[in-house]
């Protein structure tokens, strides 16, 4: 959001407008919208329009730093606002193959299953989720592009952090943990991984622990 545009309406007079771009990172599917405003309102809707669009929920998303979703901008560590963080609370998923994007698909719910049905074949099953705002999917439905995302994990980040040190590997730890899916907080992790690499993981390990000192100071 935030690309400014003109367009024709039906009076013949021509308004500015903002310009909603969804993208997905594997394919570059593009969902476009034009809409009045950046406020709250028209960006909740647009967001709702566009996964509805491209039929289904994403993983992860990732906005820019609008001040309409994100209340204290930061590139590893933003804090969303609360309308928008809980929109994305809502949106429970289950994911189908890739192959089928934009097919029209039947869904059967049972108490412990959902089923995914087209043109009454059924295409998958996935055990139903209890989880308010989780999301069930499987390795082999994504694109080739996103199953390179997996080869981060928090076992693997855990023990990346434990090689620079103790107190680096506890706060990688304490990332994962705090997040509603250990996914969201690979970002933080990764821009750890990247101080280290362009610092030293012994200056990072060192910076780890006099916070870790600060904190038990401040706490004591």
């Known amino acids: ?6 367009i024709p309406v039906t009076t013949g007079v021509v308004r500015p ?3 909603f771009v969804a993208v997905l990172g594997a394919s570059n599917y593009t969902y476009v919208e034009a ?13 709702s329009h566009a996964v509805e669009y491209v039929g289904g929920v994403p993983a992860a998303i990732v906005p820019d730093q609008l001040r309409t979703g994100i209340r ?20 429970h998923y289950y994911s189908v193959p890739n192959a089928l994007i934009h097919q029209q698909l039947d869904i059967r719910l049972s108490a412990t299953t959902v089923e995914v049905f ?12 209890a989880t308010v705002g989780g999301y069930t999917t ?28 103790p107190q680096t ?13 250990p996914e969201q907080g690979y970002r933080s992790c990764l821009g750890l991984l990247r101080l280290a690499k ?15 000192v600060h904190v038990r100071g401040r706490a004591l």
């Open 1 to 6: 959001m935030g690309i400014r545009a003109s």
């Open 17 to 19: 407008v903002e310009l």
């Open 35 to 47: 809409t009045d405003t950046q406020r709250c309102a028209d960006f909740i809707q647009s967001h």
């Open 72 to 91: 204290d901008p930061c590139r590893y560590e933003p804090i969303l606002q609360r309308t928008y963080e809980e929109w994305a609370a809502q949106h």
């Open 118 to 129: 087209q043109r009454g074949t059924r295409v998958w099953v996935h055990r139903r989720s």
């Open 138 to 165: 499987v390795p082999e439905h994504m694109p080739h592009a996103h199953r390179a995302h997996l080869e981060w994990s928090p076992s693997r980040l855990i023990r990346w952090g434990a090689t620079v040190g």
């Open 169 to 181: 590997e506890a706060l990688v730890q304490q990332i994962l943990a705090s997040r509603p899916h």
């Open 198 to 212: 362009k610092y030293g993981p012994e200056r990072v390990e060192a910076a780890h622990q006099r916070e870790a």
